[in-house]
């Protein structure tokens, strides 16, 4: 159990069943329409798993934020905290501001949807203040960074080559995680969700 952050495709996307986001998609739609912005129909079909293809996302949130908090308080406005880590739907739209939906989901009576590229941005700014090392897994087809920053890679790295990153590897961790989360939202046209 736990709370993970994975990329859904289109028969979850716009499933109406318990266990999908129809509900969700058809009043993101609804919303984008009311701005006059076109729907988001265009999810693709979650790929067969391959482990290292970075066609899947799904990162477990594991250790402590307190560290990812306080660096976030730091470095970023309220406004943008909320764009990088305050949603429960992250889709690959430029959307304004983040669009707070009356859906309840598992862990609040309402859905919060961002955009992936506002996100993307946010993020960028934490990978520059800790200077993220680029030997970050890419792909997070199924715990990369989470395995990568709980078994010994991290650790061994920041051993050769320590900086503000390695300081609090939980941090650097989450800043990896919004960060790779955003850029996969992009890459693959799809929404992250939280769940």
């Known amino acids: 159990m736990g709370v993970y952050l994975v990329s859904v495709g289109a028969e979850e996307w716009f499933d109406d069943g318990e266990n999908g986001w129809g509900e969700v998609a058809s009043a993101l739609n609804a919303e984008l329409r009311r701005r ?12 067969d798993f391959v482990r290292g293809s970075g066609q899947a996302f799904e990162e477990k949130l594991t250790p402590s934020m307190t560290g990812f908090f306080a660096l976030c308080q730091a470095h970023l406005s309220p406004e943008e905290s909320e764009t990088l880590c305050g949603w429960t739907v992250l889709v690959p739209l430029s959307l304004d501001g983040e669009i707070l939906l009356p859906i309840e989901s598992g862990y609040s009576d309402s859905t919060m949807v961002a955009g992936a590229p506002r ?3 946010v993020a960028e700014k934490l990978v ?4 993220l090392p680029a030997e970050t897994p890419a792909t997070c087809d199924n715990l990369d960074l989470t395995m990568w920053f709980r078994e010994r890679e991290a650790t061994e790295l920041a051993a050769t080559r320590p900086g503000l990153w390695s300081d609090d590897l939980d941090t650097a961790f989450y800043v990896a995680l919004f960060l790779r989360a955003a850029q996969h939202s992009i890459r693959r046209g799809c929404p992250i969700v939280c769940a």
């Not at 006059?36 to 790929?47: K, S």
């Not at 520059?128 to 200077?131: G, N, S, V, W, Y």
């Open 36 to 47: 006059g912005l076109p729907p988001y129909e265009a999810v693709p079909e979650e790929p």
């Open 119 to 121: 996100a993307l941005a």
């Open 128 to 131: 520059a203040a800790i200077d």
